[in-house]
C-alpha cells in the first residue's frame, strides 16, 4: 500500500446476522484528507462506520496509520480510530471534565485504582480548548444544551489521540454556528498531515464544503471514491436520482 | 496546565472529606445499632465488650456478663450483617444501572431474586429447612438457583441477539423473572403449610443472626466491590452507550459477562442469606452519585458505605418500631425507598 494513506479499506462486507448491507468496499483515505461519505438513506453509511469502529463484526482487511485492525485488542484498535457518534443523552451526572477524561480510556492500563497521568491531564486539557468547551469543564453533563453536549463528545474523541475519526451525522440538530465551527475544529485537526476524517454527512452542501475527498455508495457498494472537483454530477444525480446541482442551486443561488 | 493541577486537587480533596465524614457516619451507626434495642448499650460499653471478646481484657464491673453474649453474639453480627448486605445491594444495583445505563435498572431484573427465592422455596417445602442443616442448606440451593437463573438469562439473551444489547437483556430478565416468581407462587400455594415462611423469606429478614452468615458474606462483598473497582473505568465508559463504548475499546461481551456475573454471586450472596430486600438497590445509588458524582472510583466506595448506614438503619427501625414483634426489612425500604425514590425523581426534573 502507499505510505500516505491512513486508512486503506480492502473488500471489506458487513451487516447485521446474516443480513449483509455493505459488499466488498475498498477505498482509502490519506493523511491530511477528509472524506464525506454519500448516499440515499438505508445505502449502509452509518453501518460502515459502525464496522470501522469495531461495533460490529466485518471481512475484509483494514489498515489504519498501516496497522491492521483484523485481530487487534480493542484497546490498540481505539488508539487509532475513533467514533463520534449522533448526538445522545448522558444517563448520569459526570461534569464535562470527567466525561472528557473518559476518552483516555484507551491510553489506560486496567489496573486497580488508576490514576491520571500528565499526559492525560494534557490531552484532556487540549481537547477542551480545541472545541472551546474549557470554560464548561466543572458543569455537568446532564444540564448542557444540544450544541455544547456535541462539543463536548468531539472533546473526548480528540482526547482519544487517534489518528482516523469517524463522523456519525455530527452535525445534526446543531445551529449553524456550532456546525460551522464542530467543522472548523475537525479541520484544524487534520491540517498537521498526520491524521484523517471520514464522516457521513445528512446534508450534501455541508459535506462537500468541508471534505475533500467523497465516497458514493450505492446500496452497500461503491459508487465512486475520488476528489470532489472531478466527480461526475451525474453519478450524484444517479444517487440520489435527482437533479443534484439544480437542487443546490435553488437552495443557495439566492447568496451566491 | 498548572492551573488545572490545582483545580483538581481541590475537587479531589472535597470528595476525600465527603468520603471520610461517610465513613464515619457508617462506623457511628453500627455503634449505635448494636446499641440500642431493648435494652440500652452506651458505645463505650459496646468498645469495653469488644476488648474484652478480641483482646481478653476483663469486663468493667458495671456490665453484666450476659451483655456481652447479647452485644457480641445476637447484636453485633447482626447489625454486621444488614450493613454488608446493605453494602452488596447497593453498588451491585450502581453497577447494574451503569451497565444497561437504565437509571432504573436492578440486579433483580437480571433474575437474581427470582432464582433465589425458587431455590429457598423448594428447600422450605421440602421440610429440610428445618433440620441441622438446613440453616446453610438453604443459602447454599437459593444461591445455586440464584446463579443458574442469571446464566440462563445471559445465554438466553445471547442466543437470541448476538451482540446481547442492554433491550434484549432487560427484557429476557423481566420474562424469566415473572416465570420463577410464577413457579415460586405455585409452591406456596399447594403447600400451605410453609407458604408463610415462604412468604416471609420474600420480604427479608435479619433474624439468622450469626457470625457464620457475616463470615460468609464479608469476603464476597468485599472482593466483588474490589473487583468493580477494577472496572471502573470501563463501567464510566459504558453509561455512555453501548456503541461508544465498543468503539471507545471497551471489549463489551466480555466485560459484560464478568460485570453480570460478579453482580449476580454477590447480590445472590446476599438475597440467599436474608432473603429479597427491595429499593436498597434502586436508590442508595442514586443519592451516592448525587453527592459524590458519577465517576465509579467514587461511586462505588459512596455506595457501600451509604447502602450499608441505610440497612442498618432500617434494621434497627424494623426491631424497634413495634417490640415485640418485627416488621419485615423488605417492608420498611420500601417504605422509606418509594416516597423517597418519587422526590428524587421530580426533584431532579425540575432543576433538569
Redesign the interface.
Known amino acids: 500500500m502507499d505510505i500516505t494513506a491512513m486508512l486503506a479499506v480492502e473488500n471489506l462486507s458487513c451487516g447485521y446476522g446474516k443480513t449483509e448491507v455493505i459488499h466488498d468496499l475498498s477505498f482509502r483515505v490519506k493523511a491530511g484528507e477528509r472524506l464525506c461519505i454519500l448516499g440515499p438513506n438505508g445505502c449502509g453509511k452509518t453501518t460502515l462506520l459502525r464496522a470501522l469502529a469495531g461495533v460490529i463484526p466485518w471481512q475484509g482487511s483494514v489498515e489504519a496509520d498501516g496497522i491492521l485492525l483484523h485481530g487487534l485488542p480493542p484497546k490498540q484498535r481505539a488508539k487509532k480510530i475513533a467514533l463520534m457518534s449522533q448526538f445522545s443523552r448522558a444517563a448520569f451526572d459526570y461534569t464535562v471534565y470527567e466525561a472528557v477524561m473518559l476518552g483516555r480510556y484507551a491510553h489506560r492500563s486496567g489496573s486497580l485504582f488508576l490514576s491520571e497521568t500528565a499526559a492525560d491531564r494534557g490531552a484532556v486539557e487540549d481537547a477542551l480548548r480545541r472545541t472551546g468547551v474549557w470554560e464548561l469543564r466543572e458543569k455537568l453533563v446532564t444540564k448542557l444544551s444540544g450544541g455544547q453536549m456535541q462539543r463536548v463528545f468531539l472533546a473526548r474523541t480528540f482526547a482519544q489521540e487517534p489518528r482516523v475519526i469517524l463522523l456519525d451525522e455530527p452535525a445534526n440538530h446543531l445551529d449553524l454556528r456550532y456546525q460551522a465551527e464542530l467543522l472548523e475544529s475537525l479541520r484544524d485537526w487534520t491540517a498537521d498531515g498526520k491524521r484523517c476524517v471520514a464522516g457521513v454527512f445528512h446534508d450534501i452542501g455541508l459535506a462537500l464544503a468541508f471534505a475533500d475527498t467523497a465516497l458514493l455508495l450505492e446500496e452497500g457498494r461503491k459508487l465512486a471514491c475520488g476528489p470532489v472537483e472531478e466527480l461526475d454530477e451525474k453519478l450524484f444525480n444517479r444517487l440520489y436520482g435527482m437533479d443534484v446541482r439544480r437542487y443546490m442551486r435553488q437552495m443557495y443561488g439566492r447568496w451566491a | 496546565?498548572r492551573k488545572?493541577?490545582v483545580?483538581?486537587r481541590k475537587m479531589n480533596m472535597g470528595a476525600g472529606m465527603k468520603m471520610g465524614l461517610l465513613f464515619l457516619a457508617a462506623l457511628l451507626t453500627l455503634l449505635f445499632g448494636v446499641g440500642i434495642g431493648s435494652v440500652y448499650v452506651p458505645p463505650v460499653d459496646i468498645l469495653a465488650i469488644l476488648a474484652e471478646r478480641f483482646f481478653g481484657q476483663s469486663l468493667p464491673d458495671h456490665i453484666p456478663a450476659n451483655y456481652s453474649v447479647m452485644v457480641f453474639d445476637m447484636r453485633l453480627p447482626r447489625v454486621l450483617l444488614a450493613f454488608l448486605t446493605g453494602a452488596a445491594l447497593a453498588v451491585c444495583g450502581a453497577v447494574m444501572?451503569?451497565l444497561l445505563?437504565?437509571?432504573l435498572a436492578s440486579p433483580f431484573g437480571l433474575g437474581v431474586s427470582s432464582g433465589a427465592g425458587l431455590g429457598a422455596s423448594l428447600v422450605i417445602v421440602s421440610g429440610f429447612a428445618t433440620a441441622g442443616l438446613g440453616t446453610f442448606l438453604l443459602p447454599a440451593v437459593s444461591l445455586c438457583f440464584a446463579l443458574g437463573t442469571v446464566f440462563f438469562v445471559l445465554l438466553l439473551a445471547a442466543r437470541l441477539d448476538?451482540?446481547m444489547s442492554n433491550v434484549t437483556v432487560i427484557l429476557v430478565g423481566m420474562v424469566v423473572s415473572l416465570f420463577g416468581n410464577a413457579v415460586m407462587s405455585l409452591l406456596a400455594t399447594s403447600s400451605p403449610a410453609h407458604a408463610q415462611r415462604i412468604q416471609l423469606w420474600q420480604l427479608g429478614s435479619f433474624s439468622m443472626r450469626e457470625w457464620s452468615a457475616v463470615w460468609a458474606l464479608f469476603p464476597v462483598t468485599l472482593l466483588v466491590c474490589?473487583y468493580f473497582?477494577?472496572?471502573a473505568?470501563?463501567l464510566?465508559?459504558m453509561?455512555?452507550?453501548e456503541?461508544?463504548a465498543?468503539?471507545?475499546?471497551?471489549?463489551l461481551r466480555r466485560v459484560r459477562g464478568r460485570l453480570m456475573t460478579a453482580v449476580a454471586v454477590l447480590t445472590g450472596t446476599a438475597v440467599a442469606f436474608v432473603g429479597i430486600i427491595g429499593f436498597v438497590d434502586l436508590i442508595v445509588p442514586h443519592i451516592a452519585?448525587?453527592f459524590f458524582?458519577?465517576?465509579h472510583?467514587r461511586t462505588i466506595p459512596a455506595c457501600a458505605l451509604l447502602g450499608g448506614t441505610f440497612l442498618v438503619l432500617c434494621d434497627l427501625a424494623a426491631r424497634t418500631l413495634t417490640p415485640p414483634h418485627e416488621i419485615p426489612i423488605g417492608s420498611i425500604t420500601a417504605l422509606l425507598g418509594a416516597p423517597f425514590f418519587l422526590y428524587l425523581f421530580f426533584a431532579g426534573r425540575k432543576d433538569?
Not at chain 2, 246 to 251: E, F, L, P, T
Open positions: 496546565m488545572k493541577t483545580m483538581g444501572q451503569s445505563q437504565n437509571p448476538r451482540r474490589l473497582l477494577r472496572y473505568g470501563d464510566d465508559v453509561t455512555f452507550g456503541e461508544q465498543s468503539a471507545m475499546g471497551v471489549d452519585r448525587r458524582g458519577a465517576v472510583r433538569g
